[in-house]
């Protein structure tokens, strides 16, 4: 989710579910090592739990910034091999690294020699037109015999040619029952599945097969699920939380943000443009939040513009 999940989505996130774990965008062990810090690993106590997700394929650089992130207060680190776009692959790093266990073995060691969390794998079920389950199967036992427990599975194939990152997640086929057979086949390991899941009934179907559920841009274009998972998935009581109080907590959020870092409002609000999907004025509301020429206002006054166009889109005010 590059470019998508920063720490500004991650705390919209967290208000919305208390028990997800959260996922940064990945960042490359050169970003980490030969760039600002700072920008690429501060994050928000209220995240917690949260995974810092690595690209890269040098075991030593992976050590080190594996190290980095367990200074910095991470829960979890994830080594991409899932990512199949060719600014990756001229990383080499991302989804050709399933063609290359050994080393990806030999990379996992080695962050897990250095730190003391969770060492994770995301990664996909195949490499271009190669279907057999016995390559992602191989994958999966290389890298548990150097000590990964925890790979997170996205259902398709990667086809490093011919296809751009976003058809990568359309048009290989999603082929579920191979995650499954994973999860048979190493009852030892957690496993968790991705792709093509777009409501709370998939993911009880998927979590009679699997350990966990891994949700991306459905979550992030329809964030109001989210506030049903931890009663729906985590045995919580039904909560109290309102979209109207969600972007309250939102604005104070923006305001912190400014005066701490001088950072924008509207480099936040465009996280949280789903808030009221499928609500009367929900357009109208979202043109106020993402009008460049209304930066230079108080998030506070975008605020009531936003709420203000949205009631006189709709014939009554909303229930939120």
Known sequence: MLDWTD?????????????????????????????????HLRFNAEEHAVALQLGGSDRADLAACAKLGQDWGYDEINLN?????????????GACLMNEADLVADC????????????????????DRTESYDFVRDFVGTL??????????HARNAWLKGLSPKENREVPPLRYALVHRLKQDFPQLTISINGGIHSSAQVAEQLEHVDGVMLGREAYHNPW????????FCGEAPSDLTRE????QMVDYMECEAALYGTSWYSIARHMLGLRHGLPGARKWRQVWSDHRLKELPARAVWA????????????????
């Open 305 to 320: 513009l936003a709420r203000q166009a949205s009631y006189a889109a709709s014939p009554v005010e909303p229930a939120l």
């Open 81 to 93: 091999c899932g990512c199949p776009s060719e600014r990756v692959q001229r990383g080499a790093f």
């Open 7 to 39: 720490r500004h989505c991650r705390y919209f996130h967290r208000l919305l579910t208390h028990h997800a774990r959260l996922y940064t965008e990945m960042v490359t062990t050169g970003a980490l090592l030969h760039g600002d810090v700072p920008r």
């Open 108 to 127: 996992v060691k080695a962050m897990l020699d250095g730190v003391d969390i969770p060492v994770t794998v995301k990664h996909r079920i195949g490499i």
């Open 225 to 232: 699920w989210l506030a049903e998972w931890d009663e729906s």
């Open 144 to 153: 548990s015999q150097a000590g990964c427990q925890i790979f997170i599975v």
């Open 245 to 248: 109080g969600v972007e309250e």
